[in-house]
C-alpha cells in the first residue's frame, strides 16, 4: 500500500509541474475516453448476452423439435413391437415340440410372416423386425425368424436375458448383417437403436428386435447436413456419445467430446443435489480457448441424453471486432478532437502566457512591466488586477522612498539635537558642579533628574521602552515638579517585579501623570498629595496599568465630556472638557494621544479610560497586550521627593 501511495504521490507531482494546457488535454482526453469504453464494453457485452439468449433459445427450440420427432419413432418402434408379439400362429411357432412340416413352413412364411413384413413396409424408418428364439425345433425364416445363437456376441445380449418382460432401448453404431455367415466380417459404421424386449413363450426363450437407423430416428442429428457452428448427439446410458461422424464440429475434436461428457456429468450431478428436474438445462463452457454453449434435455425412456453442443466462437468473435473497431474509432475520433482541443488552448491561454511571461519580468525586478489585454473573461479580469497590483507597487516603492528620504533627514536631525543635547548635558552637569560646591544640594537634585528626564526624551531609539524606564522618568519628573510646591507629592508605586521587563509604548504614563500634577490640586486644598501607579494583569495576555491621583476629582458632565473627547477619531477644537476646573482650550489633547497611539500600536480593543468621584480622586486606567515578562516577586513601593 505504501509503494502504492508513493507512486500515485510520484504521480501527482509530476503532472502538477505539466503546462496548463497540457493537463487540460489529459483531462479531455481521460473524461471522454474511459466513459466511451466504458459505455461500448456496457452495450457489447448486452449484445453478447442477447447473442447468446438468441443461441440459446433457437438451439432449444432444435432440440425440444428434435425429442419430438425421437418421441414419435419411439412410438413407432414400440407399436411394430407389439403387433409382432401379438400374433398367435407365431407365437405358437415358437413354443412348438416338435419340427414343422414344409407345408405348414411354407403357410407360416406367406401368412403371419409376411404379415410382420408389412408392418415394416408401412412404416420404412424400422430397419428391422426380428423375434429371436433358442427352440431348436424352430426353423430360421428370414428376414423375421433366428436363432439366439446369432446375437450371443452382442454386449446387451446378458442384459436382454434379464429384462423379465421389459423393454430395453440399445444404441450401437453399426448393423450388423446376421445373414452373413463370416462373424468376422468388417461391417459399414451405420449408427442405430434398437428395442429390445424379451418374449413370453412358454418353455423356450425369445427376444424381440426392432432397429431403426438414427439417420431416420434423429432427422437433423444424422441428416448429413454439415455446420459448422453447432452439432446434436446423444449419449446413451452408458456414457457413450453418438452423432454424426460426417460432421467434423465434434467429431475430429476429442477434447470437445470429453469436455461435453464432463459438463454434462456435472449437470446431472448438480440436478440431483438441488432435487430439480427441468425438461432443458444449459451450462457455457471453453475448451481451447474456444467458447462453447452446451444445451441437453432427457430422454428417460431409452435412459439417454440429447444434447446440442454450440460454438460461440463466431458471433463472439464478430462481437468483439465490432467493438475493437468501435474502441478503435473511438480513440482515433478523441485523438483528433484532442489535437484540435491543443490548438485551441494554445489559442484560448495565448494571453495566459503572456501575463505569465509579465510576471516573470516583475519577478527580476523590471516593475515598470504591464500587459494590455483586451477583452473579458477571468483572464481579462486577472490581468486588469495584474495592472493595478503593478500600480500598487509602483506607489508603495514611491512611499519608501519618500520614507527612506524622510528617514535620512530625520536622522541628521537626531543627529543634530543629539550634538545640542550633548552641550545642554555638559552645561547641566557643570551647573550641578557648581550647586554641590556652595552646598546647594536640593538644587544638585533636582539637575541630577532634569538631566535624567532630557536624556530619556533625546534617545528616541525606538516607540518600545521597558516599564522599568518608563517608572524612572515619572520619578524624574515628580522630582522636578517638587522643587515648585510647598506640599510635594508623593508617588506611590505598586508594580510587580516580573512587570518591570514588561514593553510598552514609550511616553505613555508621563502625559497622564503630567496631567495629575497639572489639574489635580489647584492649591487650595490642604492634605497629602498622592499619586498612585499600580500594575494588574487580570488576563493572561492583557495587562492593567491604574494612576490614580488623590486630587479633587471630574465633574460628571465634564468627565463624560472628557472620555467622549478622548475616543474622537479625528482632531477637533476640543471643548471645555479638561481633567478639571481649566479655561485652557487644550484640555484632554494629552490623554487622546496616549489613546490614539495604543490603538495604533495594539488595536482599537485596547486604550484608556478616565474615571473620577468629585470631591475624592480621579484614575486613568491603561490597557495593553502583555508583551515581555521576566520573573520575580512583587514589591509595593511607596516613594515621596528624594531632596
Not at 177 to 204: H, Q, W
Not at 259 to 275: D, I, Y
Not at 498 to 513: G, H, N, T, Y
Not at 620 to 635: A, C, D, E, Q
Amino acid at each position: 500500500m505504501n509503494r502504492i501511495a508513493s507512486m500515485v504521490e510520484d504521480f501527482r507531482y509530476w503532472f502538477g509541474r505539466r503546462s496548463m494546457q497540457s493537463r487540460l488535454v489529459a483531462t479531455y482526453i481521460v473524461i471522454l475516453l474511459i466513459p466511451s469504453i466504458i459505455v461500448s464494453n456496457y452495450f457489447f457485452t448486452q449484445i453478447q448476452d442477447t447473442y447468446i439468449s438468441d443461441a440459446l433459445n433457437q438451439n432449444s427450440f432444435l432440440l425440444e423439435m428434435e425429442k419430438i420427432n425421437m418421441l414419435s419413432q419411439i412410438e413407432a418402434m414400440e407399436v411394430a413391437a407389439l403387433l409382432a408379439v401379438s400374433d398367435s400362429a407365431i407365437k405358437e411357432y415358437l413354443k412348438t415340440d416338435d419340427e414343422l412340416e414344409p407345408a405348414g413352413l411354407i403357410d407360416l412364411a406367406r401368412g403371419p410372416i409376411k404379415d410382420i413384413e408389412r408392418i415394416q413396409t408401412n412404416n420404412p424408418n424400422i430397419l428391422h423386425l426380428r423375434l429371436h428364439t433358442n427352440n431348436p425345433f424352430v426353423m430360421e425364416i428370414w428376414p423375421v425368424i433366428f436363432q439366439e445363437r446369432r446375437i450371443i456376441q452382442e454386449q446387451w445380449y446378458a442384459d436382454a436375458k434379464k429384462l423379465d418382460g421389459r423393454e430395453m432401448w440399445v444404441f450401437n453404431h453399426r448393423d450388423p448383417d446376421l445373414l452373413r455367415r463370416n462373424a468376422t466380417d468388417v461391417f459399414e459404421e451405420r449408427p442405430k437403436v434398437s428395442l429390445i424386449r424379451e418374449m413370453d413363450i412358454g418353455a423356450y426363450s425369445g427376444i424381440l428386435q426392432v432397429d431403426m437407423l438414427m439417420m431416420h430416428f434423429a432427422p437433423k442429428m444424422f441428416a448429413g447436413i454439415y455446420d459448422e457452428g453447432s452439432q446434436m448427439a446423444i449419449v446413451d446410458r452408458e456414457g457413450r456419445l453418438f452423432m454424426d461422424r460426417n460432421q467434423s464440429f465434434m467429431a475430429n475434436n476429442e477434447a470437445l467430446q470429453q469436455e461435453v461428457l464432463s459438463q454434462l456429468a456435472m449437470l446431472k450431478e448438480q440436478a440431483e443435489e438441488n432435487e430439480e428436474r427441468k425438461d432443458i438445462v444449459h451450462t457455457r463452457f471453453v475448451v481451447e480457448g474456444e467458447p462453447y454453449l452446451l444445451i441437453t434435455t432427457s430422454l428417460e425412456r431409452l435412459q439417454a441424453d440429447v444434447l446440442n453442443v454450440v460454438s460461440l466462437e463466431g458471433a463472439l468473435d464478430q462481437v468483439s471486432g465490432a467493438q475493437k473497431q468501435i474502441i478503435t474509432a473511438f480513440v482515433i475520433l478523441i485523438g483528433v478532437l484532442s489535437v484540435i482541443t491543443y490548438f485551441m488552448n494554445t489559442f484560448i491561454l495565448k494571453n495566459l502566457r503572456r501575463l505569465t511571461e509579465t510576471m516573470k519580468r516583475v519577478r527580476r525586478g523590471e516593475v515598470e512591466s504591464r500587459i494590455d489585454i483586451r477583452g473579458g473573461g477571468e483572464i481579462g479580469e486577472l490581468a486588469h488586477h495584474f495592472n493595478k497590483l503593478i500600480h500598487t507597487i509602483h506607489e508603495l516603492i514611491a512611499q519608501g522612498v519618500r520614507k527612506q528620504a524622510v528617514t535620512k533627514e530625520a536622522e541628521l536631525r537626531t543627529l543634530h539635537s543629539q550634538i545640542d543635547s550633548h552641550f545642554l548635558y555638559n552645561t547641566l552637569e557643570n551647573i550641578k558642579m557648581l550647586a554641590e560646591i556652595e552646598g546647594q544640594r536640593t538644587i544638585s537634585d533636582a539637575l541630577t533628574s532634569l538631566g535624567g528626564m532630557m536624556r530619556y526624551n533625546f534617545k528616541w531609539s525606538g516607540e518600545y521602552v521597558k516599564l522599568k524606564d518608563e517608572i524612572q522618568h515619572i520619578r524624574n519628573y515628580i522630582d522636578v515638579m517638587n522643587i515648585r510646591f510647598d506640599e510635594p507629592i508623593r508617588l506611590e508605586l505598586c508594580i510587580p517585579s516580573e512587570f518591570m521587563e514588561l514593553e510598552m509604548l514609550k511616553m505613555s504614563l508621563q502625559p497622564i501623570v503630567e496631567n495629575a500634577v497639572k489639574h489635580a490640586w489647584p492649591g487650595i486644598e490642604d492634605g497629602e498629595r498622592k499619586i498612585k501607579i499600580e500594575v494588574v494583569a487580570w488576563q493572561e495576555d492583557e495587562i492593567t496599568i491604574y494612576v490614580t491621583d488623590n486630587g479633587i476629582g471630574i465633574e460628571p458632565y465634564r468627565l463624560g465630556r472628557l472620555n467622549e473627547n478622548i475616543r474622537m477619531s479625528e482632531f477637533h477644537e476640543l471643548p471645555q472638557a479638561g481633567y478639571a476646573r481649566s479655561d485652557q482650550r487644550t484640555e484632554g489633547i494629552g490623554l487622546r494621544n496616549v489613546h490614539q497611539r495604543i490603538q495604533l500600536f495594539y488595536g482599537k480593543e485596547y486604550g484608556l479610560d478616565v474615571s473620577s468621584e468629585e470631591g475624592q480622586y480621579t484614575m486613568v486606567t491603561i490597557t495593553f497586550p502583555k508583551v515581555l515578562i521576566s520573573r520575580g516577586g512583587i514589591i509595593d513601593e511607596k516613594s515621596d521627593d528624594r531632596g
